[in-house]
């Protein structure tokens, strides 16, 4: 169960690659996408859409790494999951103050939520000497 919980969020993650490509492109599908219709392009919204995409796809390759070997790294597994729960409501916070649309706050936010609180539950269970 923790490997296809850290594979479904390397999966999410790559979804970054566009963004750290393309993030010009990459952002104007994502408004379209929201249902913001054509926007307009700064320099720092090319920035951001660029450096956002790379931390994602970067974050990706750790995962990935995490997961070839559960055992070995399960502190950082047990990271993971943790930083997910703590995910859910800061990207709540976060999608509310934009507003972004409900649907995508629920899955921003209760998706984050519930992959980390489901790799939290799928790791071993510690036992004290």
């Not at 995409?53 to 990935?64: E, P």
Request: with cysteine.
């Amino acid at each position: 169960m923790q490997l296809w919980m850290l594979r479904l969020m390397i999966a999410i993650l790559l979804t970054g690659l566009p963004g750290a490509l393309l993030p010009e492109i990459a952002f104007q599908k994502f408004a379209w996408l929201m249902g913001y219709g054509k926007q307009p392009i700064t320099p720092l919204i090319v920035y951001l859409s660029g450096n956002a995409g790379f931390a994602y796809v970067t974050i990706a390759v750790l995962i990935w790494a995490i997961s070839r070997d559960v055992t070995r790294y399960q502190p950082l597994v047990r990271l993971c999951g943790w930083t997910m729960v703590l995910a859910g409501p800061a990207y709540l916070s976060i999608d509310l103050q934009c507003p972004l649309p409900l649907w995508w706050i629920l899955m921003d936010s209760v998706g984050c939520f519930l992959i980390g609180i489901t790799l939290l539950w799928a790791c071993p269970r510690q036992t004290t000497a």
